[in-house]
Every structure is written in C-alpha cells, then in structure tokens.
C-alpha cells in the first residue's frame, strides 16, 4: 500500500530488463555484429560485462566503456534496434499502459541506458519525455559510437544517486529495478522503498537487498492498490498439476504467467490435502480422488481440470457447492481407445498373445483352431456414447455387426442395431466392449450373472473404469473357457505410480492383454488433452466462460471489453438476481451487460460494469446471502 497520496508518490523505473525483456546493448550487439565470424563470441562478452555490472562486480563506468567498444556500432544500427526493442517491452509494462499514461507526472524512467532508443519506447507507452534520463552516445565524424557523454552523472559510478539527488522530489520514492544501481538509490536514503523486478532476470545479490520482490508490474501495482490491467497478479495463480500431464500444458500455464508445480504420479488423499492449500487450479488425471475431505482443506481453489474423460474421481456435487467448476477434454483420447479396442479384438479373436507368449518360449503352434476373422462376427457395446458410437463406426467399415445397449435413447449410427435390454445385447454378441461412464451406480455392472448370459467362447474388453467389472466372476468365466479371450485396461485399484506392482488376479491368465490404463495414452492424445483442458481453464480464469464444464452451468461470455466483470456464484434460491441489481442500482452502476444459467443447485451471474465504480460495492455483492464464491475480473 501507498504510504502517502498518490500525487506525492513517485515511481522510479529502470530500463533494460524492466521496462524491456532485454538489454539494449546486448540487441545492439546482435545488430552491430552481424556478418563478423566472432560474433557469438563477441556477444557472450557483452553479456558477460551487463551481468558484471548489473551485480555490482564491475563499475558503470567500466562496464559502458567496455562495452562500447566490442559493439563497434554505428548510428545506422539505431533504427533497427528501437524497432526490436518495441517488440520487447515486458508483458506487464504492455499490459498496463495505462497505469503509465495516467500517472505520467509522477513516472521517472532512470537509467545508465542511452536516450537515443529508450525515449522512442518509453514514449510510446505514455512516459513523458521529459521524464527520461540516461545516457547519450557520442559518435565520430562518420557516425561510429565511440562512447557517451561523459558530463552525464548516469555514465559514472554512483550515477542513478548522483541523479536522484538533482531531481529533488518531494514525497515517496519507489524504485523499480533489476539490478544493483537500482538498489543504490534505496541504499543512499533517496527512496523509500527498493521492488527487485524479476519478470525477465532474476539476480540473487539484488533480490537479496530488495524491500520487496515485484515478479511483475502487476504484483507492484496490486501490492500497492494501484490501477492495473489484472484484478489479482498472474505470477501469484498457483498451478498444480498431478499424474504426468503432458508438458504442452505446464508450458501454457507457465506462458499465462501462473506458478506451476508438477508432480509425476498421484497423490492419495493425505498428500493431496497437504498440497491442495494456496492452491487455484488443479489438474489431475484418473487417479487422484478428489474427495469432499480435500476439498475442505482447497482454501483457494478455483477450478479442476481432469486431463482425461472420467470425472468419477472427482466429488462433482462437493465441487459445486463449494463454487469450484470443474472441466474434463471429453473427445481428445477417443479415437486412441477405439484403436485399442479394435486392435485387441483382433488379437484375441485369433489368439495371437498366446500364441506369441509360446514362440517366446521356443513353441511353433501353427494351427487355425480358435482363431477367427472379425469379419461377420458381433460386437455387442455396453454404452453408445463418444466411445461406443466411433467404435461402432470403425468396427463396421471392418466388416462386423454391431449391437449396442445404452440406458439413455441413442440414435443408431451406420447399420448398428440398438438392443432394448442388457440381457438382450449379451445374448447375441461374439464380442462384448465395456465402454459406460464410470458412475457409482455401474459398479459392478457385469458380473457372474452376467457372464453367465453371455455366449460360450465370447471375447470381452474393459477399457472404460475398473470398478464397473466384478474381477473375481471375470476370472472365474476365463477359467471355465466361457469368456475365450479378454482385454482389460482399467482396474477396480491402480498402482499410484509406475514404481508400485500391479496386483490382480487376472495375472497370469490365458489370452488376456493386461494394459496399464493406456486406452486413451498416446502422444497424439495426451498433447490434445494437454492443449484443450488448459484452453478451458484459461477462459473460465480470465473470461468467466463456463462452456464444457460437467458440474457449472454453462456459460459462453464474450471478451471482456472496457469493463470490469463481476462473477458471482450463489446457492440456487429465489431472489438473489434481483439482490445483486438493487445493490448495483443503489450505486448507480452502469450494467453494460448481464447473463444468468442457473441449475438444480446453483446460479451463476456474470455482469459486465463500467470501470469507474465504488469499492463498496464488491463487498456488498460478496455479502449476498447464500453466495458461494465471488471474483471481480478486470
Ligand atoms: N481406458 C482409457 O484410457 C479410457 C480413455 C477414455 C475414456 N475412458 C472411459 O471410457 C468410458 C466411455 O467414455 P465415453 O467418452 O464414451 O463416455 P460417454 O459419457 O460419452 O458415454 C458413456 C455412455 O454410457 C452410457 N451408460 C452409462 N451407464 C450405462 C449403463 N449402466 N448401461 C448402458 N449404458 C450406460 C451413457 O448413457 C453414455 O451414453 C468412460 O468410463 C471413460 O472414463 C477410458
Ligand atoms: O489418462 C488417464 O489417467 C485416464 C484416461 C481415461 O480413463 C479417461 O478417462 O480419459
């Protein structure tokens, strides 16, 4: 916060690496350099003496002259370096532009930089000219830089203090910079307060000094309740992310300028209760039971991501009533578990994994019994849905008959036939495919009875969610010869991790394919899930869009523009729209926009107000009776 009025507060911001990603001379050096063999060398060189210098190991005057002359620049170079340089202005200082044209009076940019390219940038974001002070190049008769204007208190040791003291200002002084010179000014008494920037470098010996550390322009202006671009700093959204999610994920997470954590396996419920706190998004995949235990210990959390279809693992309904959306990637991996199944009908229908596990052991069975084309034969699926319905499709152009049962009314793709009953489907089918969700109510869903139903010799596939099979009747129906042949890729209990054994029964047994959760892993499918689930995560943080979650009503906002969006989120009870409009009334705020979806147990109202608005309103609306979650959105 402020310590004094904000028309007596000044801000002191240094240049390269802060109000820019890079260091000019370094760009200049890239420039300057071009076509000479040594280039990379000499480049290595210049940055070498910038982080010298910026350390404090070598003195400006030092480090200027230094540099300088391994440059060998010419004023020509300087057009193509401000051009580069526009496009490296730092993502925060883009971002709020505004806060810099606004406060333009009391914005000093103070730095051992050159004025020839940092006042065409500065400019250009609001910063008045005369409030840049730097250095500036001396050149010869043909246009070469030879040096700096050595008059200028910024080109010697002590010169950001030196400078400082001739500006006089009167009132606070916050300094905001990456390096040593930085600190300077803090250490001689002429600022109160020193923010180490690390949004492009971060370096320990001026971290060390600092009063405070800004990762960004937005954790400055938040810390200090200034106008900003973001209600609530990216860098301090906490990310994490379980069970190997595909690094295209992490990779966007970190781009949006949010802290991510990952970790390879799962965790059960202690450890997840343990990691859960401070944290805003979590990304799991089937494995981590999210339970309403964690859930009470999620002191922050926002949203869930399941990089995966199933949702079984999630407490959808505790999720709700705590306000936090949850979003799964319901196609990404569809087509890789249709090719597993399809792959694995094949091989068990011919008995290729017996016959290639005797092979391994030295055993030429060259035999056509019990091995048939899939061609004519009958593929029963036991749920038609993303899964089921393509599976289909496949199967068909392969020349089989398809059947299918689903508890909701599907309509029938290609020449498949719908069966009224589950008993009916496995009456008729040479193959059954498992491909329902994993609601509680499908535990065990085929068991003795079932295979009992089913006909002699049936191949069966699991690659939906362990639990809906009963293990001991599955085994039980391959030892009698019932079921010929199985393939199974989930199980009622999965190791955590790839170190834990997998224990089953059905180790062991004759022509099964035993997989470990891999339907939906492959490359193409995790990077799908990687990109789609971050994507809707994203749009439901910054937008409020809600469009794909299993447990919100779904919302598809348009971008947010020149207003500020209020995202309430309430038990689902009579009144409350009509609550929110009487504060905003009272207020006299002007609703630029207002959208509502409701479900049976909770509404969510967005609404879009003008900038100008009081505080107090945001606490009023936090105060609603029956809210469950609040964010105000920039
Ligand atoms: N093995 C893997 O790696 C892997 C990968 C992706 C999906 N899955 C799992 O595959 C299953 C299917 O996925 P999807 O995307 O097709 O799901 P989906 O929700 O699109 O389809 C499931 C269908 O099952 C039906 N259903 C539910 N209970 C039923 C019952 N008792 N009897 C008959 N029909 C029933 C539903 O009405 C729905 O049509 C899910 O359990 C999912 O978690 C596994
Ligand atoms: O990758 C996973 O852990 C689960 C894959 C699959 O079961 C799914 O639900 O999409």
């Known amino acids: 916060m402020l310590t004094k009025p904000l028309e007596q507060t000044y801000f002191i911001i240094d240049f390269d690496s802060t109000f820019t990603k890079v260091e000019a001379l370094d760009v200049l050096g890239e420039i300057s350099l071009i076509g ?8 290595d060189q210049i940055r070498t003496i910038t982080d010298r210098g910026m350390a404090g190991e070598l003195s400006l005057a030092q ?44 914005i000093y940019i103070v730095s051992s930089g050159f004025k020839e390219f940092i006042v065409p940038i500065v400019t250009a974001l609001g910063v008045k000219e005369d409030h840049v002070f730097a250095n500036t190049f001396e050149y010869d008769e043909k246009g070469n830089i030879v040096g700096c204007d050595c008059e200028n208190p910024l080109a010697t040791d002590g010169g950001k203090v030196k400078l400082m003291r001739s500006l006089q200002l009167d009132g606070d002084v916050y300094v905001i910079g990456d390096g040593y010179t930085d600190y300077e000014i803090r250490e001689s008494g002429l600022a109160n307060r020193f923010y180490a920037f690390t949004e492009n470098v971060l370096r320990p010996s001026v971290v060390e000094k600092a009063d405070y550390v800004s990762p960004s322009l937005d954790d400055f202006l938040f810390d200090n309740k200034l106008s900003r671009s973001h209600s609530y700093p990216k860098s301090r959204i906490k990310v994490l992310l379980l069970e190997n999610v595909h690094p295209v994920a992490v990779h966007l997470f970190e781009q949006e300028g949010f802290s991510v954590e990952i970790r390879k396996g799962a965790l059960d419920e202690d450890e997840l209760i343990e990691a859960i706190r401070g944290v ?18 999620a002191d922050r959390l926002i949203t869930i991501g399941a990089f995966c279809i199933g949702t079984n693992q999630i407490d959808l309904t505790a999720c709700s009533e705590r306000g936090i959306a949850v979003f799964n990637a319901p196609y990404s991996n569809t087509r890789s578990v249709v090719e597993l199944a399809i792959g694995e009908i094949i091989m068990l229908i011919r008995n290729v994994v017996s016959k290639s596990n005797k092979m391994h052991e030295g055993v030429w069975d060259k035999s056509a019994n019990n091995s048939f084309e899939v061609r004519g034969k009958k593929l029963g699926l036991i749920g038609y849905g993303n899964i089921g319905t393509q599976l289909s499709v496949v199967a068909e152009a392969l020349g089989m008959e398809v059947y299918f049962y689903d508890v909701v009314d599907k309509l029938a793709l290609g020449n498949a036939r719908k069966c009224r009953t589950l008993e009916d489907l496995l009456a008729v089918s040479d193959i059954v495919s498992l491909h329902t969700d994993g609601r509680k109510d499908n535990k065990n869903l085929i068991g003795a009875r079932e295979f009992g139903l089913m006909k002699e010799g049936v191949i069966f596939l699991n690659l939906s969610r362990g639990h809906i099979v009963d293990i001991p009747a599955l085994v039980e129906a391959i030892k009698s010869g019932k079921v010929a042949g199985a393939g199974i890729d989930v199980f009622p209990y999965e190791p955590k991790t790839n170190s834990e054994e997998f224990i089953n029964e ?41 469009y794909g979650s299993v447990n919100f009503p779904e919302l598809q906002l348009p971008l947010l523009k020149e207003s500020h969006r209020l995202l309430h989120i309430h038990r689902n009870v009579p009144g409350i729209l009509s609550q929110l409009n009487q504060i905003f009334a009272k207020h006299h705020i002007n609703i630029k ?19 100008e608005y009081d505080e107090d309103v945001v606490a009023e609306l936090r105060n609603v009776e029956n809210t469950i979650k609040f964010r105000l959105l920039y």
Do not use: C, W
């Open 63 to 106: 480090s200027l002259e230094q540099r300088l002359r391994l440059l060998n620049a010419h004023r020509d170079h300087l057009p193509a370096l401000i051009e580069t340089l526009m496009t490296k202005v730092s993502d925060s200082f883009q971002r709020n532009r505004s806060f810099l044209s606004e406060h333009a009076d009391q």
């Open 36 to 43: 000479r063999p040594d280039r990379d060398d000499v480049l």
């Open 280 to 297: 805003h998004i979590l990304g799991i995949r089937s494995k981590t039971n999210v339970t309403q235990r964690v859930l009470e210990h």
């Open 593 to 611: 926009g207002q959208y509502l979806k409701t479900d049976e147990h909770i509404g969510y109202v967005i609404t879009d107000i003008a900038k």
């Open 506 to 546: 059905l180790r062991g047994l004759p022509n099964v394919i035993l997989t470990p959760h891999i339907g939906g892993s492959t490359e193409e499918a995790q990077e799908n899930i990687g990109t789609f689930v971050p994507g809707k995560l994203l749009e439901y943080i910054n937008n409020g869009s809600t």
